[in-house]
């Protein structure tokens, strides 16, 4: 059984930064994203990474600002989050098995995270 946890959410002033983790156990060299669903919106893509850390996919609205990365080591990935923009908040959630943006293709969920970028 797959169970992830998330932490690193809090608030924060526009133009910071957040780190978000996302602690997996059991299977674990899989691929891993990170989606993000605020509220009365649906739940929405954010970043992908695949097994090894060798390729990655971001969604147009956090290229260059967001960036996913893993440390198999640890059994953890990571989302850094830089110049946060008040539209980032939401609460966001890892997923593993894939690396599209679809959320059906993702066989497990971690419980979220809430981000909260004040203006």
């Known amino acids: 059984q797959v169970q992830l946890v998330e932490s690193g959410g809090g608030l924060v002033q526009a133009g910071g930064s957040l780190r978000l983790s996302c602690a997996a156990s059991?299977?674990?060299?899989?691929?891993m994203g990170w989606f993000r669903q605020a509220p009365g919106k649906e739940r929405e893509f954010v970043a992908s990474i695949n097994w090894n850390g060798g390729s990655t996919t971001y969604a147009d609205s956090v290229k260059g600002r967001f960036s996913i990365s893993r440390d198999n080591a640890k059994n953890t990935v990571y989302l850094q989050m830089n110049s946060l923009k008040p539209e980032d908040t939401a609460v966001y959630y890892c997923?593993?098995?894939?690396?599209?943006?679809?959320?059906?293709?993702?066989?497990?969920w971690g419980q979220g995270t809430q981000v909260t970028v004040s203006s």
């Open positions: 059991g299977r674990t060299f899989s691929p």
């Open positions: 997923a593993q098995g894939s690396m599209t943006s679809e959320t059906s293709r993702y066989a497990y």
